[in-house]
């Protein structure tokens, strides 16, 4: 069931946030309709989402037994019902009601880029309101939606923009990264040694970042097709806001002393088969890195990858690469401790 950007704008924060932020949560929000008696959410509990009263009634218990009862003319409905994490009431829907749901963590990150481009409203020059269809798409990839609030204000902060003209190569084969590239307007395709046109970009796409996890030269030239827009960072910001906090490690005794019920695993060792001869994780898949990203389609997400260490910088890489494709990932720390098992 959709809800009406009027609905949406009814409630807080949905009220502060401009137009197309609207857009972006009305995309998201679901409308649920909970019958009489049903206890919504309890006490002390954590839950994933923000819910707010559309109609009906419901009743917030806390932990004294003392009951605020919530209707459509109360005003304290126009903020979530819960409004602390964990929550500090139980809801109880006193009749029929329906609810407007949100997730609190693609909510978070929506405040952050409304209150970063509001904060920060020109980078150098480039107004962020000017076009905010690059900002749309990265807040719906995988691996932006991994970062704390927080570090997207960062990134508004410290993102720089600069003007490209038609046939401009932005990146080149075989030259040292040195920044993290997001296109904001125009187009550009990327084009590997050989001179084959490998992907065409358009704005919000992102590109340079695996020369920058795995200190290497860039792999392929990025060229615009037509006069554009693009927000650099550089390689140290990029570490610190966009690569660190979204790596994961897990070690082998934790491996080991997993529950039984946990989700299940997979080893992956990115090593070339030549490499793998002597030595190597038992029961791990051999997917080299330069194969890797035409095996994202072969993978499940509902399974647990574990990058073996043993590869260098190339399981930095491989584990961008996992998450950057919205899957769950891990670095397996010290990988030469299990050639003997797991």
């Avoid at 030595?279 to 997400?301: C, E, M, T, W, Y």
Wanted: with cysteine.
């Amino acid at each position: 069931m959709a809800i009406s950007l009027d609905v949406l704008a009814s409630f807080a924060p949905f009220n502060t946030l401009n137009h197309e932020y609207l857009i972006q949560v009305a995309e998201k929000a679901a409308l649920r309709d909970v019958p009489k008696g049903t206890i919504i959410f309890k006490r002390g509990r954590p839950f994933p989402e923000k819910v707010y009263l559309v109609g009906g009634t419901v009743d917030l218990i806390d932990s004294a037994f003392q009951v605020n009862t919530i209707n459509p003319a109360s005003e304290s409905r126009r903020s979530p019902l819960n409004i602390t994490q964990p929550t500090q009431v139980s809801a109880v829907a006193k009749s029929d009601v329906t609810l407007l749901a949100v997730d609190s963590d693609f909510l978070d990150l929506v405040l952050a880029w409304s209150e970063s481009s509001d904060e920060e409203a020109d980078l150098s020059g480039v107004s962020l309101h000017d076009d905010n269809d690059w900002m749309s798409s990265l807040l719906q990839s995988p691996l932006f939606s991994r970062l704390p609030p927080a570090n997207i204000r960062q990134l508004f902060i410290r993102f720089t923009a600069q003007k490209v003209q038609a046939d401009e190569v932005v990146i080149k084969q075989g030259e040292r990264g040195d920044y993290f590239y997001v296109l904001e307007s125009g187009s550009a395709t990327v084009i590997d040694p050989a001179g084959k046109i490998l992907a065409a970009l358009r704005p919000g796409n992102y590109f340079g970042e695996e020369a920058l996890v795995g200190d290497t030269t860039r792999n392929a030239t990025v060229k615009m097709l037509t006069p554009g827009k693009v927000m650099r960072l550089n390689k140290e910001d990029f570490r610190e806001l966009l690569q660190e906090p979204v790596l994961r490690y897990l070690s082998a005794e934790e491996l080991r002393t997993r529950p039984a019920d946990a989700a299940p695993y997979q080893i992956i060792d990115v090593r070339l088969p030549l490499e793998r001869r002597m030595q190597a994780v038992p029961g791990s898949q051999n997917i080299p890195l330069n194969q890797l990203r035409n095996h994202l389609k072969n993978l499940d997400f509902n399974t647990v990858y574990l990058v073996t260490d043993d590869s260098g910088r190339r399981c930095d890489v491989a584990t961008h690469l996992l998450n950057q494709a919205g899957f769950d990932c891990y670095i397996l720390r010290d990988a030469e401790s299990c050639y003997a098992g797991i």
